[in-house]
């Protein structure tokens, strides 16, 4: 016989291993017996799924199931390459091939497998998606599974408290009592949204101050962004009121600009934050870093963020969101501003439709900030048949009261 020679067969890629068999209770006595089949991953592509396979092997008496991703496969075949060499007598050549060990397992029960097919059957259809992700998602998509049914046993769990707390209630107090508490606190509750409110003031001025609304720090950093209402000149008011690129009320008093040098600057910083918060308060969920784009200053972004979003959680992430209390808290501000823009009285109305909400609500916002609400002749722009109501903000302030003759309470968040 010639010397013997090898050659190596795996260099290509396009020959499939071979597959070399274990089973895991005990040896064959008679492998002709048995007979094959191997199953391959559709996905050619993917660098770990193209790799894929399971092992079927059947006898008279037992099906034997292996395969080379799950969490059993025998850690050799990561740690260990396998070769299988095929010599030709005559020749003396040796043709060596990659191969690859798979662990086989018997199937021991027929009821088994019909009866998990049953109850797969019965799943819903996200059910059977969260099966298919547990068994051939990719890491990412099973953390997401995770924190998907986390969050709905949790959501469950305080779903069933609040229920067993608010029948509790419910039984200790009556309905009746419970409808007339609401009543009374309605007023309460938006109040604890508005700006701090210094009832002993002896000026209108000192109501509601102006360094409560606007710091030192966060009026500084307006002076550049203002620097164009400060400049602005009568046609350019005019496009952008074409363009209603702000708010009836920016517009109207862009109009009224006072001529001197530092309350013009005054005015215009006052002009450009509220634009601001009354855009902002048009938003729902933020999801951008700076949501006011990237003239809005920092320390002006980080104060709309802090003082005027909600946190929520959706999906597992955190996510700023103006909610409803966080609407009537911004709405409360811009009447606070507006007032010391205008001499301690606005036009509710404007600002009713600047901010897009029901009068009631505005209304019940500014009887709450103290202000007499009386009829007014409306400002330009708006529609002739529209009754104003004016805010005033004059001492002494008007004693709080509670709402009356209401049955249903606003709902704040």
Known sequence: MAAATWRYRGDSGAEQPALLVRFSNGRLQQSDSLQFTVY?????????????????????????????????????????????????????????????????QPLLSDNIIAEDSREYQNKSYREKMDLCIEAFGTSKQKRALSTRRLNTVGSDVVSTAVSRAAASVIDAKGVTALIQDMTQEDTQNISSFLPPCNEDAEKPEQVYKFEDILSPAEYEALRVPAAAFVNITAEEIAK????????????????????????????????????????????????????????????????????FTSLTYNNGSVQNLISASMKAKITAYVIALALHINSFQTDLTVLQNDLKLPESRVLDIARAMRLRISNAKGLPGLEEDQKHKLGILSLPLPVQKAAEGRRKRRRMT
């Open 40 to 104: 391959r991953n559709k996905d050619k592509v993917h660098p770990r799924k193209k790799h894929r396979r399971i092992l079927v092997s059947e006898t008279e008496r037992l099906s034997y199931v292996g395969n080379n991703f799950s969490s059993g496969v025998l850690k050799c075949n990561s740690l260990c390459r396998y070769f299988v060499g095929v010599l030709d007598k005559d020749s003396g050549q040796m043709e060596v091939y990659n191969a690859e060990i798979f662990h086989m």
């Open 240 to 307: 952008k009121a074409e363009e209603k690129s702000h708010c009836s009320f920016v517009l109207e008093q862009l109009k009224l600009l006072p001529a001197d040098g530092k309350s013009r600057d005054h005015r215009a910083r006052c002009l450009w934050f509220l634009d601001t918060l009354v855009k902002f308060s048009c938003l729902k969920v933020i999801r951008k870093k700076h949501p006011m784009g990237p003239d809005c200053p920092h320390t002006i972004s980080r104060k709309l963020m802090k003082n």
